[in-house]
């Protein structure tokens, strides 16, 4: 059985530990000797990522990641009636948690029970609230599996990701020339002007169904009173479609193109990097079967949909693993309101027991 009580408690012990993405070694600390207790052999690769491994074939990966967001330091849990929450001035940290409390439990209840199951590797990565950072530094030299679930989406279990973007990061940075403000602002080139005239050219929001399109960070300049030779800006685009991809690239491209034929004088310089590739579940993969079969025999209905975010599960499909992303129980994820909702907890444990357990 799924010790309702005692997965509330590990959820709550697991969140008062502070864990904001590059701080991760107490967590990781104390999900290694959990993984102990339950018989597996702990290991850390380069990167601090902890892999967990047992003897037999065809190993299962589960996996979550251990950092969180910010503000995450000080996290004082509080359950409220079938609602797990913060005090308000914090995340809650059930993103991603929950997830790991779940395989835990999942594993803790099976041990309890004697019954046979799947053999496992455990995978708890650093740094994916920063761009995947753990799974890309992930050493697939020590993974056995070829199938894999990552507890990581939002809301319930049965929420599974049908599909995830691709990821492309843009860095544009703009040189102008600087001149006194007041004296002589003719021999300056603001590159402040330019970074923003090139900003209001660009594409921003929700584009279409499947592509959004965002600037985040804006720098420049150094006092008020100079015209400003340097700027710069951080944005990101999304999307599931890759001619989408490339269209926005190009039109990236054009719009700085013609802010360098107007500023002739200037430098203006992009860099764009795919920060993770995108997937869509087929159906017919074992994997997603046997996902969607177990919630079923728990009688849970599978929710496959589309999300916007992406997840170590993009990682592992990129290195060839059928991986299948489901809910974590979390909802309101990043901010100070994220609740975990305690059937829902007890539910992902429920489906990590039945998955390994089960014949699928
Ligand atoms: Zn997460």
């Not at 969140?15 to 290991?43: C, K, M, N, T, Y």
């Not at 690769?45 to 330091?73: C, F, K, Q, W, Y």
């Not at 399109?213 to 015209?227: L, M």
Request: glycine share 10%; with cysteine.
């Amino acid at each position: 059985m799924v010790d309702k009580g005692r997965l509330v408690q590990d959820f709550c012990d697991l969140v008062r530990i502070d864990s904001p993405s590059g701080e991760e070694e107490a967590v990781a600390q104390h999900v290694s000797r959990r993984l102990q207790v339950l018989g597996l052999e702990v290991a850390r690769d380069a990167h601090g990522n902890v892999i967990a491994s047992e003897p037999g074939d065809d190993p299962l990966l589960l996996s979550a990641h251990m950092d969180t967001v910010e503000p995450g330091r000080g996290i004082q849990p509080r359950v409220q009636g079938d609602r797990i929450r913060s005090d308000g001035t914090t995340i809650l940290g059930g993103d991603c948690k929950g997830g790991i409390s779940a395989i835990l439990e999942g594993l803790q209840s099976v041990a309890e029970a004697g019954l046979a199951r799947r053999p496992v590797q455990v995978v708890f990565t650093r740094g994916e609230e920063i761009g995947l950072v753990g799974a890309n530094n992930l050493d697939f030299s020590m993974l056995r599996a070829a199938e894999a679930v990552v507890f990581d989406g939002n809301g319930p279990v049965n929420h599974i990701t049908g599909a995830s973007p691709t990821y492309i990061r843009l860095d544009v940075t703009v040189k102008g020339r600087a001149a006194h403000a007041g004296v002589e602002p003719e021999k300056g080139l603001s590159a402040i002007r330019i970074a923003s005239e090139i900003i209001t050219q660009l594409p921003q929001g929700r584009l279409d169904a499947e592509s959004t399109f965002n600037v985040g960070v804006v720098s420049g300049g150094s006092v008020r009173n100079a015209v400003p030779a340097d700027a710069a800006f951080q944005a990101e685009f999304r999307s599931r479609s890759t001619e989408t991809l490339d269209s926005l690239r190009m039109q990236v491209l054009e719009i700085l193109d013609k802010a360098r034929q107007r500023y002739r004088d200037a430098s203006i310089r992009e860099e764009f990097e795919v920060m993770f590739q995108m997937y869509t579940l087929d159906p017919k993969e074992h994997m997603v079967q046997a996902v969607c079969q177990s919630m079923k025999d728990l009688g849970l209905t599978p929710n496959i949909r589309p999300s916007g975010g992406g997840t170590d599960g993009n990682v592992l499909r990129l290195h060839g693993i059928q991986c299948v992303v489901v809910g974590m129980a979390t909802n309101e994820m990043h901010t100070v309101n994220e609740y975990v909702v305690i059937p829902d907890l007890v539910n992902a444990a429920r489906f990590c027991r039945q998955l390994l357990t089960g014949s699928y």
